[in-house]
Nanobody, 123 residues
């Protein structure tokens, strides 16, 4: 069973940057993604990276967030730039077997989750 451990969250002012990391215990050929959940809102997909390195991202973060992975370090990253107060949420790393599907942005499409890391952006 793949295990995921996120790190890198914190508090930052609007316009700032943070980089989230997700350590993966068993690096298999899986689709991996970053999700976020703000209080009272549904968990939403932020970005995903496929087995072959193809990436997808939500319109709300395009041009600001970048998902990447380092296979040698078994680590998934989310570089977040130009952060906005509306980016404030708990961020989760997730994995699913096989390639990413067209439903990658739905939390229902992923089976394995990390514990989450909080990101707070102040105005």
């Amino acid at each position: 069973q793949v295990q995921l451990v996120e790190s890198g969250g914190g508090s930052v002012q609007a316009g700032g940057s943070l980089r989230l990391s997700c350590a993966v215990s068993k690096y298999a050929s899986v689709c991996m993604g970053w999700f976020r959940q703000a209080p009272g809102k549904q968990r939403e997909g932020v970005a995903a990276i496929d087995v072959d390195g193809t990436t997808r991202s939500a319109d709300s973060v395009k041009g600001r967030f970048t998902i990447s992975k380092d296979n040698a370090k078994n680590t998934l990253y989310l570089q977040m730039n130009s952060l906005k107060p509306e980016d404030t949420a708990m961020y989760y790393c997730a994995a699913r077997g096989g390639r990413c599907s067209r439903y990658w942005s739905s939390y229902l499409d992923f089976r394995i989750w990390g514990q989450g890391t909080q990101v707070t952006v102040s105005s």
